[in-house]
C-alpha cells in the first residue's frame, strides 16, 4: 500500500510529544527529531523557506513521515538520541556509539578484586565509568594500591577452600601488595571496609578515608608505635597529594553535570565535566559535525542526551551557559555569578582548547577541511557573497617621500602565494601622495589581469582607511569592476574594517582567526612593500654616487651598474673592462677618478 500523501500525513499528526522520522522514496531513514508539539514541528518543515540549502534538500527528499508520540519530553530526547544511533541518518548530526571507553570493574565476588576493563559483563559485578582516559584509571588504581592491599589473583577464595588449606602466598603477599585473605591472614570485614572505602573515593569523596586513617594515625602514635603511624601518614599523603590535583570547585557543588558549547559553522564541541563532592572527577569533550546548520541549543541538548547516557550519569541537577530543555526529570541552572558560574566558564575554556587542538591536529592531517572551515568562516565574518579563496593586499611605502613604491601581495585559501606577489613603482603621481598611487596601482593591477584574461580575486584589501579605500574604487569603477570583486580597508590603528558606502567601521574580534589572516596579509604587504623600497634607495644611492664623478650622468651611472653590479667593482675594474660599457674618454675620467681619490 502506498504511503499517504505529505499533507495528509501532516494533517493527522498529533499535537503530542514525540519522535518523528523522514523517509525518503527508497525507504531510507534521512532525518531523526524531536518536538514537543509533533504537527507543529513537522508542519513548519514544509511551511517556510529555507535560507540553508541542506534544509531545502531535505525537505524535498521527504516522501513519508513516520511518528513515535510519548509520554514526556524526557522520553523524546532519549528516544530521538537511540534512533540517530540506530539509523546514522544522513542529515543528521553524527553521534557515534564509542563502546570502547575503559571501566573499573569492582568483581562480583568474595574478597573482590578491583581492576581496569572495557567489557562489561552482566555478573553483579559493579562497574564505574566509563573514564575518557586510560591514564585516569591507571592513576586511580596505584591510589587503591598504595592505600588498601587488595589481591590480584583469580583464585576462588570461598570459605570452604581456605580452610581445606587449598591455596599458598604468593610473592604479592611478600612483597606487601596483598594482605593475605588466601590463607585466612586477611579476614572479610576488613577488606571489605577497604572496597567501601574505594567505592567512596571512585566517586570523589576522599573525606571518609581521610578520616579513618587520621584516627588510626592517632592512636597509633598515642600507642607509641610510630613507624606503623608513619606509614598511615604516607597514605594519608598519598591521598592529600592525588586530591590536589583534581580540581576542587566547593564542597557545596556535588553531583552535578556541567555542559558548554563552542562552535562554527561546520562543527560544534560540547565539553562535560562531571562534579562529586565539590571535586572534578570526570571531564569530556563532544565534536559533533553539523548537517543543517543546527543551533548550538539543539547541539547542546542532543549531547547533554548522549553524554550522559555515555557515561551512565544519574546527577538530577546540569549547569549550562543557556537555556536548555532536557524535561521534567532533570534540573536545569544557569549560573550568572560565585562558583558555579566560574565551573561554566571553566567548562566552556576546555571546549575552546578541545577545538584549538582539533585545527591544529586537522590543519596537518587534513589541510583541505582546514582551508574549508577558514574560508567559510571569513566569509561569514566579513558578510561576502562568496569563499575569499584568492586575496590581494595592496600596500604603499614612500618613506621620507622618496622613491614612491606599492605591494601587492596574495593569498590563495589562506595562504600566502609568493609567485604572485608583485611590486609597482608609482610612475604618475609626483611626490608622496598615498590616495593617487593607491588609485594608480590597483587600475594597472586589474587592467593587467582583464587583459590577460587571469582569474579576479574575491577579495581586495586596501591597507589604509577610507581614504585609500575610495581611491582604490575610483579605479575598480574606471575598469567596471566594482561590484564584482569585495573590497575592505583597514585602518591600521584600531583594525577597523572600512567596506564602500558604510560610515560604520565593522570591528572583528580580536582573537578571530580571520581578523589574524588580515593582519597577516597586511603585515606581509608592509614587509614586502619595505624590502623594496629599501632596495631601490640602496640602488639610488650607489647611482647618486656614480653620478658625482665629473662627467659622469646618470644613464652611463646605471649601464656600469648593471654591468658591475656596485660601485665598489666600478672602481676595482681595469681600464678595458671599463672601455667595453662606456667607451674610451669616460672610462679615462673614472680611472682618473678613482686613482685620485682611492690614493
Not at 585545527?359 to 583541505?368: G, L
Not at 587600475?443 to 574575491?458: A, F, I, N, S, T
Request: aromatic share 8%; charged share 30%; glycine share 6%.
Amino acid at each position: 500500500m502506498d504511503a499517504p500523501s505529505l499533507q495528509l500525513q501532516l494533517d493527522t499528526l498529533p499535537n503530542s510529544p514525540g519522535v518523528y522520522q523522514f523517509y525518503d522514496k527508497n525507504g531510507v531513514v534521512i532525518y531523526v527529531g524531536k518536538a514537543k508539539n509533533l504537527k507543529k514541528r513537522v508542519s513548519s518543515y514544509f511551511q517556510k523557506n529555507h535560507e540553508y540549502g541542506k534544509t531545502r534538500i531535505l525537505v524535498k527528499k521527504i516522501v513519508e513521515i513516520q511518528h513515535i508520540v510519548v509520554p514526556t519530553e524526557t522520553d523524546a530526547l532519549l528516544l530521538e538520541n537511540n534512533l540517530i544511533k540506530k539509523y546514522q541518518p544522513r542529515y543528521n548530526v553524527l553521534l557515534k556509539d564509542d563502546k570502547s571507553y575503559p571501566w573499573i570493574c569492582i568483581k562480583n565476588e568474595r574478597f573482590p578484586r578491583v581492576f581496569l576493563t572495557r567489557k562489561l559483563v552482566k555478573d553483579g559485578s559493579e562497574y564505574f565509568g566509563p573514564y575518557t582516559s586510560v591514564k585516569t584509571v591507571r592513576a586511580l588504581l596505584d591510589l587503591f594500591k598504595g592505600l588498601y592491599p587488595l589481591r590480584t589473583c583469580n583464585y576462588d577464595l570461598s570459605k570452604e577452600k581456605i580452610e581445606a588449606g587449598k591455596y599458598k602466598l604468593c610473592l604479592e603477599y611478600h612483597l606487601g601488595n596483598c594482605l593475605g585473605p588466601c590463607e585466612q591472614k586477611q579476614n572479610e570485614e576488613s577488606y571489605n571496609e577497604g572496597i567501601a572505602a574505594i567505592r567512596q573515593i571512585i566517586k570523589g569523596n576522599f573525606k571518609e578515608s581521610l578520616g579513618d586513617f587520621k584516627r588510626q594515625m592517632k592512636t597509633l602514635a598515642a600507642e607509641m608505635r610510630f613507624e606503623e603511624a608513619q606509614k598511615v601518614k604516607d597514605k594519608i599523603e598519598i591521598i592529600e597529594g592525588y586530591q590536589a590535583k583534581s580540581t576542587i570547585v566547593n564542597p557545596k557543588i556535588t553531583n552535578v553535570d556541567v555542559f558548554s558549547i563552542v562552535s562554527d559553522d561546520s562543527y560544534g564541541y560540547v565539553n562535560f565535566l562531571q562534579i562529586a563532592h565539590g571535586s572534578i572527577i570526570r571531564s569530556h569533550t563532544l565534536e559533533i559535525k553539523k548537517k543543517l546548520e543546527e543551533s548550538d541549543t539543539e547541539l547542546l541538548e542532543l549531547a547533554i542526551v548522549e553524554i550522559r547516557q555515555r557515561f551512565n550519569s544519574q546527577s538530577l541537577e546540569v549547569y549550562v551557559p543557556f537555556a536548555v530543555d532536557l524535561g521534567e526529570k532533570i534540573k536545569v541552572t544557569i549560573p550568572k555569578l560565585g562558583d558555579k558560574r566560574r565551573i561554566v566558564e571553566l567548562s566552556e575554556r576546555n571546549a575552546k582548547f578541545y577545538r584549538m587542538e582539533r585545527f591544529k591536529q586537522v590543519k596537518i592531517t587534513d589541510p583541505d577541511r582546514h582551508a574549508n572551515r577558514i574560508m567559510a568562516q571569513m566569509r561569514k565574518d566579513l558578510r561576502l557573497s562568496q569563499e575569499p579563496r584568492h586575496i590581494e593586499c595592496f600596500d604603499n611605502s614612500n618613506i621620507q617621500g622618496t622613491h614612491p613604491v606599492a605591494a601587492c601581495v596574495v593569498f590563495k585559501d589562506g595562504k600566502p602565494s609568493k609567485k604572485d606577489y608583485r611590486h609597482f613603482n608609482i610612475k604618475t603621481v609626483e611626490g608622496p601622495d598615498d590616495f593617487a598611487s593607491m588609485e594608480e596601482v590597483v587600475y594597472r593591477r586589474y587592467k593587467r589581469l582583464v587583459e590577460e584574461e587571469q582569474p579576479l580575486p574575491q577579495l581586495i584589501i586596501i591597507d589604509g582607511g577610507k581614504g585609500q579605500l575610495s581611491s582604490a574604487l575610483k579605479s575598480l569603477d574606471k575598469l567596471g569592476l566594482r561590484g564584482t570583486i569585495a573590497i575592505v580597508g583597514i585602518a591600521k590603528r584600531l583594525e577597523e574594517l572600512f567596506y564602500p558606502d558604510d560610515p560604520i567601521p565593522l570591528y572583528l574580534d580580536k582573537k578571530s582567526e580571520t581578523l589574524k589572516i588580515i593582519q597577516y596579509l597586511r603585515n606581509e604587504a608592509h614587509r614586502f612593500g619595505i624590502t623594496f623600497h629599501r632596495n631601490k634607495r640602496s640602488s639610488a644611492a650607489i647611482t647618486n654616487s656614480l653620478e658625482n664623478i665629473p662627467g659622469i650622468g646618470k644613464q652611463t651611472a646605471e649601464n656600469l651598474l648593471k654591468k658591475f653590479k656596485s660601485a665598489k667593482r666600478v672602481s676595482g675594474a681595469s681600464f678595458n673592462e671599463l672601455e667595453e660599457v662606456v667607451g674610451r674618454s669616460k672610462a679615462m675620467k673614472l680611472k682618473n677618478y678613482f686613482e685620485h681619490n682611492n690614493a
